[in-house]
């Protein structure tokens, strides 16, 4: 789908498939408006409703929200017992950098106005996603805004500007160099890839809260994992990279497999350890 039908028709695919999603675990789906933001809570049946996972979704920038996404928020929403919040970001390219990322930070900071102590909230994210939940995290720090208790981050891509020398010896099933570069350049726009709130590994990770990244160990991008990984070490930051063998680009959307349950549920313990710790 990513690399030979149009970009409206894969949209358009998408859409019907989340016209009709059912969620496992007995989640409901909710929607909102955050600030202008759409977005999608899931809410498992007992839930702390002061705790929330804030979820920025893959999809190279241009993809919505997706079926394997929601699904996946109703399991970890009820290994964690509280509400996830999916953000529906703007999408590229007819919405390129900053949009995506505009679009997080605020819907973060509606979640400190709703009443949730940034010590109650954890954010997530996966590839595009992934790289939206460090550039969030370097942003809000930035600003000034109190920072959330921690964060997971699933086969992101942390480097914008190289990746025209993509090892194409690495057969991820999810991901091919040609699509790779595409996602890039639509998100990219005529902006500077060298922008570290584009490419983060090229901006300063100190005082981000404690992170956790998952990736896989034949996927395309596990170098942008593993360098992030070791500047944000550099940098003091509380930092964990776990490495599945065999593993492919963002395998935890596929729950029927043990490798994707086990991961989900080392992301919720690592959460349950850090949120309302206390940190600001």
């Known amino acids: 789908m990513q690399v030979y039908l149009p970009l409206p028709v894969a949209r358009w695919l998408i859409r019907q498939g989340m016209s009709q999603v059912r969620l496992g675990y007995g989640a409901r789906r909710e929607a909102v408006c955050a600030d202008g933001v759409t977005c999608e809570w899931v809410i498992p ?47 590229a390219p007819g919405n390129p950098f900053p949009a995506a990322l505009d679009d997080c930070v ?36 930035d600003d000034g805004d109190p920072l959330p208790a921690a ?3 699933l086969s992101p891509i942390t480097d914008l500007s190289n990746k025209d020398n993509l090892d194409k010896t690495i057969n991820d099933p999810l991901l091919s160099p040609k699509i790779v570069q595409f996602y890039d350049r639509a998100y990219l726009a005529h902006n500077d890839p060298r922008n570290a709130l584009i490419s983060p590994v090229y901006g300063d990770l100190r005082g981000l809260p404690p992170l956790l990244l998952f990736a896989g160990e034949e996927e395309i991008l596990r170098q942008d994992a593993e360098r992030i990984a070791s500047l944000a070490k550099s940098a003091g930051v509380d930092v964990r990279l776990e490495i599945y063998a065999r593993m492919w680009h963002v395998w935890q959307l596929n729950l029927a497999m ?12 690592f959460f349950k350890a850090h949120i309302g710790s206390g940190r600001q």
Do not use: C
């Open 45 to 91: 049946p007992y839930h702390s409703a002061d705790r929330v996972l804030l979820y920025l979704h893959g999809g190279g920038f241009v993809y919505g929200l997706t079926p394997p996404h929601l699904q996946m928020g109703a399991y970890l929403a009820q290994k964690l017992n509280f509400r996830i919040l999916i953000v529906d970001y703007r999408l």
């Open 106 to 141: 605020l819907v973060y900071r509606w979640l400190l106005n709703q009443g949730i102590a940034a010590q109650n909230i954890v954010v997530a994210g996966d590839s595009a996603g992934g790289n939206l939940t460090i550039t969030s995290l370097m942003k809000l720090r």
């Open 151 to 153: 964060a997971a981050i």
């Open 258 to 269: 043990a490798e994707a349950v086990q991961s989900l549920d080392e992301m919720a313990q």
